[in-house]
């Protein structure tokens, strides 16, 4: 077969400029009609409760502020921003969307549609680019590159969390470079390599980019193996793989180096981004011990339901109430097999197509109860949700489909043929269109109630003083997304998830995976959450609770419209009711704490300004005091007085807190305490004394007060950055210099 390239054959291809046109052409075609049905499809779930912060807080203070946000006031009680590490403050293309939506726009609304955009057209470029450099023929990349966008897993996830948006562009681009490292070892091939995984970790999240990486290392695997096999006769027909070892070793030896340099390289680039990770995830409330088994199996992928679900089978929920549309492939995993049946003779199919096949099917048992195997990998039990694995099942075995396609093709002049192959991809382009269309655009129950409109308005403008002390949203769900008290419909009203730093107020818990354990338990942790966006308080015991929320200057209460609620909260005097709306009770608490105070004269307001990692105080005392700071103590702070140039690092002491056992258990109502169990009541005394708000001893006079939050590892991370791109640049010159002196 002379249309075939074998897999040591890569070197030159030649890329379409047609192709490339149809290619973004059919991508915005694609958007366009997803925004037809449904304008800002992709404006749902953590894209909104959690992305859209991020956008404007990133926005606003890197480009209007020019300054780096460490740390996010607006959220508990002070908590760090950078270390959550998907948080894509070091994203381009994100300021490329943001500058997309405000042009057309005026707002942020639109950024994460035209993220998606942008990272549709990046990603199918550089899945047509990879198919192309694998000897794949022109249409076939095109076709093939246009499934794989278009599959419901991809969108229907990426319009939930915007950690799959960050990602998948790069996935073809980081394995085109592999693939050529491999091929062709070079240190610019294999600096590119770790500067395509250093962009991705800067855009927006460590799980998947790990999962990027042990994926190429199994791919690395399959692919010496199968790189190392030749054929030999064995009757008409057939051929039996002879392994020829020494000559596939020597060229992965002569791999190996370039590819650890090109790790090297990723961790030196990204370390800004790694070490705050590291720092974070190790302070975290539950990422630092791992997960159960339980909970790392949860939502996994049913092999049941995958089959089913080809053959249009939708019905058994997967995550939240989504649809198992999403784990449709259909005609184009039938065609594997009819394909396969055709050319199983072949060598040529094992050569091209079996290291990608082995991947995408390791992948898929990964995302399923299989992965409990796979426990002893480093990480492996520190992340959640492990059907995220079905995105790279796709992806293989998008490029398994093309090569199977294009080696069924390969010398064949028969017109049945390519119109068979031909339309298996427009059908199921068209097919995966229609249920994105049908499923993602409004009828999937689990994303739709986690909306907010473009151009909501600030719900409480001109009604909250935000300087003035923290909101609380208040209340426990007694049906999950059906609430009595809350609903997640209208999360934005009571200031849940992370609308606080969306709206620029401070507020007693946020939205944060990798929060702090301080923090996690000032929130007054709970057993469903790794993170707290609401107080589960039962307001017939508020009286519990409000003297704690009080010192943490918790100044106004929000909570759901409901006659029981006015009437429990009415019996408490320092509770003024000051906004009502047919959804919203809003509540100001005349006896909470300033913000910042001297402990001798505690409801002396003094004057301060909150600044990006700043809180300038400006005490006025006369004599000796203590200034008391109402955030949380965490690693990083430091302080100065008046014009004094030097800061003063806040020692820090972590105090383990006491294991949550409270009566609550269920994380949705308030069930009878057992005899000498430890109650709720305790959990609050215990925090209540072993987590105070930051204090700083002043002497008398002091004029000005600055605390300040600096994330030292990110300086360290930094200056790795520097020195490696010192070293890698100065051994380039001194190479060049070096060759062309020799004769």
């Not at 942020?108 to 470029?125: A, K, P, Q, R, S």
């Not at 994926?215 to 054929?231: D, G, K, N, P, Q």
């Not at 492939?329 to 199919?349: C, K, M, N």
């Not at 509770?575 to 002396?604: H, Q």
């Amino acid at each position: 077969m002379q249309g075939a390239k074998d897999l040591s054959e890569f070197n030159r291809f030649r890329v379409s400029t047609t192709a490339i046109i149809v290619l973004i052409a059919g991508t915005c075609m694609f958007w366009g009609m997803l925004q037809s049905y449904s304008p800002n499809y992709f404006l749902y779930n953590d894209n909104v409760t959690m992305y859209l912060s991020y956008i404007k807080f990133n926005w606003e203070n890197i480009l209007g502020r020019h300054e780096i946000p460490f740390i996010n006031f607006h959220e508990y009680l002070g908590e760090n921003y950078l270390g959550q590490g998907q948080t894509s403050v070091f994203s381009p293309s994100l300021y490329m969307a943001v500058a997309l939506s405000r042009l057309f726009t005026g707002d942020y609304y639109w950024t994460v549609d035209f993220l998606m955009l942008i990272h549709l057209i990046v990603g199918g470029i550089g899945f047509y680019v990879l198919m192309r450099y694998l000897q794949i023929s022109s249409v076939i990349s095109t076709l093939s590159s246009l499934l794989w966008l278009t599959f419901p897993y991809l969108v229907i996830i990426s319009k939930a969390w915007f950690s799959v948006i960050n990602i998948f562009p790069f996935l073809p681009w980081n394995l085109l470079l592999l693939v050529m490292l491999y091929e062709a070892p070079r240190f610019s091939t294999a600096f590119l390599l770790g500067f395509v995984k250093a962009v991705s970790f800067y855009a927006g999240n460590a799980q998947f980019v790990y999962m990027m990486g042990y994926t190429e290392i199994f791919f690395l695997l399959s692919y010496f193996a199968v790189s190392s096999m030749s054929f030999k006769p064995t009757g008409p027909g057939f051929k039996r793989p002879d392994f020829n070892s020494t000559a596939a070793w020597e060229k992965f030896k002569g791999f190996t180096p370039f590819y650890i340099l090109s790790f090297i390289t990723f961790i030196c680039l990204a370390a800004p981004q790694i070490l705050p990770l590291l720092a974070t995830t190790g302070d975290s409330a539950f990422r630092a011990e791992g997960y159960s088994i339980q909970r790392l199996l949860n939502y996994s992928v049913n092999p049941l339901v995958f089959v089913k679900s080809q053959f249009g089978h939708f019905e058994i929920p997967i995550f939240y109430n989504g649809k198992s549309v999403m784990y449709f492939v259909g005609l184009p995993l039938l065609s594997v097999f009819t394909l396969f049946a055709g050319r199983v003779r072949e060598h040529i199919y094992i050569k091209r197509s079996a290291a990608f096949l082995i991947v995408a099917s390791l992948s898929f048992l990964l995302g399923t109860a299989m992965y409990k195997y796979f426990l002893f990998f480093p990480f492996f039990d520190n992340f959640r949700w492990i059907f995220k694995h079905f995105l790279f099942f796709l992806f293989f075995f998008s490029i398994t489909i093309a090569l199977l396609s294009d080696s069924f093709l390969a010398d064949s002049r028969a017109v049945w043929k390519k119109t068979f192959v031909y339309l298996m991809f427009i059908i199921s382009i068209i097919t995966n269109v229609y249920f994105n269309v049908h499923y993602g655009s409004g009828s999937n129950s689990a994303l739709g109630p986690w909306r907010i409109e473009a151009g909501e308005p600030d719900p409480f403008k001109g009604i909250i003083q935000k300087t003035a002390g923290r909101t609380m949203t208040i209340g426990f769900f007694d049906d999950f997304g059906k609430g009595k008290v809350l609903n997640h419909s209208n999360s934005f009203q009571y200031l849940m998830f992370g609308f606080p730093t969306f709206w620029g107020y401070y507020h007693f818990n946020g939205y944060n995976p990798l929060v702090t354990a301080e923090n996690f338990h000032a929130g007054l942790g709970n057993y469903q959450f790794s993170f707290q966006f609401i107080n589960y308080v039962d307001v017939t015991r508020m009286d519990e609770y409000l003297d704690y929320f009080s010192r943490w200057a918790g100044r106004y209460l929000i909570t759901y419209n409901q006659q029981n609620v006015r009437e429990e909260l009415a019996r408490y005097p320092q509770l003024a009711l000051i906004y009502k709306s047919d959804k919203t009770l809003l509540f100001e608490n005349t006896g909470a704490y300033p913000m910042a105070y001297l402990k001798s004269d505690i409801f002396r307001p003094v004057e301060y300004e909150i600044g990006i990692n700043a809180i300038t105080i400006r005490p006025g005392n006369r004599e000796k005091d203590t200034l008391v700071i109402n955030v949380v103590p965490l690693k990083g702070y430091s302080y100065r007085l008046g014009a004094d140039l030097n800061y003063v690092d806040i020692e820090i002491d972590r105090v383990p807190i006491k294991d949550r056992d409270a009566c609550f258990s269920d994380g949705k109502k308030i069930v009878p305490c057992e005899p000498g169990r430890w109650t709720r009541k305790d959990y609050l005394q215990e925090v209540n004394q072993k987590i105070k708000p930051l204090s700083i001893e002043i002497p008398a006079g002091t004029e000005t007060v600055e605390l300040r939050y600096r994330d030292q590892s990110f300086f360290y991370g930094l200056y790795i950055s520097i020195a490696y791109l010192l070293t890698a640049g100065a051994g380039t010159v001194i190479n060049r210099i070096f060759r062309k002196r020799l004769p």
